[in-house]
């Protein structure tokens, strides 16, 4: 018998924060992530923490700035529209460098637009959002047992680097239900030397994005650089499948990249020699792995739930070597896996016509 | 080998549970198994339908278009997912509450009155089970014994639906087997 439980995407995020040791919520409900706060408000009092839903998205993602402050593992969760609320926060967290982790269980945009799967948000999670020089750590699982490895990587990564984290995934891989296995998984914690949380027999923290002189600013900025670019240098995490032998290169993630795997298998019963390259850190982007992949492949497809977003840093790394090419889906709607293998087989025409 | 079907019907028939039931028991087999709600502003009495898929491998995209089966719980559900089985597919067909023949002629069709047999086992809600035993009488994807075992489980709190739904799962296994013999 199977220890895996079938579980929501929604609700994995919900325990897998539980076992990363995350004893704080604060969040506000909206479609299709609600069965998230949902579950945490049964979970959190059993676990003697907190589970709030504040009166706005803004005034939870300010609650997490207080919580992440105090020195405690801190998540919130929202869907597209709510994540907007929540971008002036998202800043300040970054600019304080709070560890926190906020997730994105992204609807069709913009505006209000409809409560169905997209990935139109990658722009605003991995190119800001809000505003000023800053990042945060996105992290696109694929699968209801990679959300719970994600989570705890999250909480992990966010404590390292004093950042705040994003979990970025669409409304279909938050609502459906897979097996998951929590493990034996047990959290490291680490100090937090800086945290506002009494000052007994210790001079006062003082935790602020504010630096009124632009020399002390710049050079908040340059560290904040320096950090950055480590995170870059250390954190690319990315999937390479049926890559050895390819000639196309189909590029896709989150829950899009099974529709692809699926697109990909089709193709290769009748011999075309594709693969998938998947992206598993937004941010910072796998740039190393992509190069490589770039230097072995003839050309490339670009599959999202956008009107294009994540291909323009395909693009910046291709740096014009190849032709890459584009399907995706707005509005809520999703490409079948005939849609994607129509696109993969119209490449592979075209390399034979050439050949 | 991968399995995929659609279930379909109105809201409150029990479509959702019915295909969690039935991950739940590919998941006791050991198989990988994905559910998926279509999900939407969808109320009591409004349209209802889930994904399941049951493999051997990797599962791939939780999105299908042409599922290898589709059940059907009442007529709009027939309108929407006929075209959609894949040719040489399985569609289950609630006779009770469809009042109309299937065109397709290059699919297996099981028909089952899964409403008319739960109303006379005790409650129409077991209609769900009824129509899950006919095709799984047709097409053992994952044997009735794993869904029984399942249901002792899922309702460990609730012992006294067991014996219903149980009854439930063999009256439309039944029913199919009935089917193929004539």
Known sequence: ?355 | MTEDLIIAGFGGQGVMSMGQMLAYAGLSEDKNVLWMPAYGPETRGGFANCTVIVSDEEIGSPVVSHPKAVIVLNLPSLDKFEDAVVPGGVLVVNTSLVNREPKRTDIDIVHVPASDIANEIGSSRAANMVALGAFLAHKPIISIEAVKNTLKKVFAAKPQVIPLNEKALDRGAEAARVQAAV
């Open chain 1, 1 to 355: 018998m199977s220890e895996k439980k079938l579980m929501k995407g929604n609700e994995a995020i919900g325990e897998a924060a539980i076992t990363a040791g995350c004893r704080h919520f604060f969040g506000y409900p909206i479609t299709p992530q609600s069965e998230l706060p949902a579950y945490l408000s049964k979970r959190m009092p059993q676990v003697e923490g907190v589970f709030l839903q504040a009166e706005s998205e803004v005034s939870a993602i300010n609650m997490v700035y207080g919580a992440a402050a105090s020195g405690v593992r801190v998540m919130t969760s929202s869907s597209s529209p709510g994540v907007s609320l929540k971008q002036e926060g998202i800043s300040y967290l970054a600019s304080s460098e709070l560890p926190s982790v906020v997730c994105n269980i992204m609807r069709a945009g913009p505006g209000l637009g409809t409560i169905q799967p997209s990935q139109s948000d990658y722009f605003q999670a991995v190119k800001g959002g809000g505003h000023g020089d800053y990042h945060c750590l996105v992290l696109a699982p694929n699968s209801v047992q990679e959300i719970v490895d994600l989570v705890r990587l999250a909480f992990d990564l966010a404590d390292h680097y004093k950042n705040p984290a994003m979990i970025l995934i669409d409304g279909v891989l938050g609502q459906m239900m897979e097996p998951v296995d929590f493990g034996n998984y047990k959290p490291t914690f680490v100090e937090k030397p800086w945290a506002a949380n009494g000052c007994k027999d210790r001079k006062p923290n003082a935790i602020t994005s504010i630096h009124i002189d632009p020399k002390d600013m710049e050079q908040h900025n340059l560290r904040l650089q320096k950090k950055y670019a480590l995170i870059s240098e250390k954190e690319q995490r990315s999937e390479e499948w049926m890559m050895e032998d390819a000639d196309i290169m189909v590029a896709s993630y989150g829950m899009t990249s099974r529709i692809v795997k699926s697109a990909i298998r089709k193709a290769r019963e009748e011999g075309i020699k594709v693969g998938l390259f998947r992206p598993i850190t937004l941010w910072p982007f796998p740039e190393k792995k992509l190069d490589e992949n770039i230097n072995r492949v003839k050309e490339i497809l670009v599959v999202e739930l956008s009107a294009g977003q994540m291909i323009e840093d395909i693009k910046l790394v291709n740096n014009g070597r190849l032709p890459v090419s584009f399907h995706g889906r707005m509005g809520g709607m999703t490409p079948s896996v005939e849609d994607i293998y129509d696109e993969i087989k119209k490449i592979h025409d075209r390399l034979t016509v050439k050949a």
